[in-house]
């Protein structure tokens, strides 16, 4: 999954605004315009299409953590240059405040089976030997599942 897709999903299950879109970034200190999020938004195929770039969504998931959780005594969340699959799920769940249970119930909306055990591997330290890389296809069923419970329509 690319960045676009996933802040189109977020957008969508949670019914965020333009306005509130770049609330959320600018919780992160990063100032966007609506134009950029209009552009973030359209299809890989539309000729005004805009990738979003590692940083700058880093800037909304940590935006998009604060919104939810608040912002922390002290230093302000780094906004990373890089990510990966496994960083975007542990914004998720940070921002969401999910437990292992929860994610696991959420996936299970998707229709998606996975172990705690699994799914533990996924927030691990890229060091350790038990870290396992997230895969599309679980992070694809998991903001399926983030819809299926947030968005009632």
């Given at each position: 999954m690319n960045n676009n897709d996933i802040l189109r999903k977020l957008r969508y299950t949670f019914d965020f605004s333009d306005d509130k879109m770049i609330e959320l970034f600018a919780l992160a200190d990063a100032e966007v315009t609506r134009a950029a999020v209009s552009d973030w938004m359209k299809k890989e195929d539309d000729p005004s299409f805009i990738q979003l770039l590692d940083k700058d969504f880093a800037c909304f998931l940590n935006g998009f953590i604060i919104d939810k959780r608040g912002k922390k005594?002290?230093?302000?969340?780094?906004?990373?240059k890089s990510l990966n699959n496994n960083i975007i799920f542990r914004k998720l769940k940070i921002a969401l405040n999910f437990q292992d249970d929860d994610i696991l119930e959420v996936l299970d909306l998707a229709g998606f089976r996975f172990s705690k055990h699994e799914l533990s591997a996924f927030f691990r330290s890229p060091t350790q030997s038990q870290f396992r890389p997230c895969k599309d296809q679980v992070l694809r069923n998991f903001m399926l599942g983030l819809q299926l419970k947030y968005r009632k329509d």
């Open positions: 005594d002290g230093q302000a969340p780094i906004n990373e």
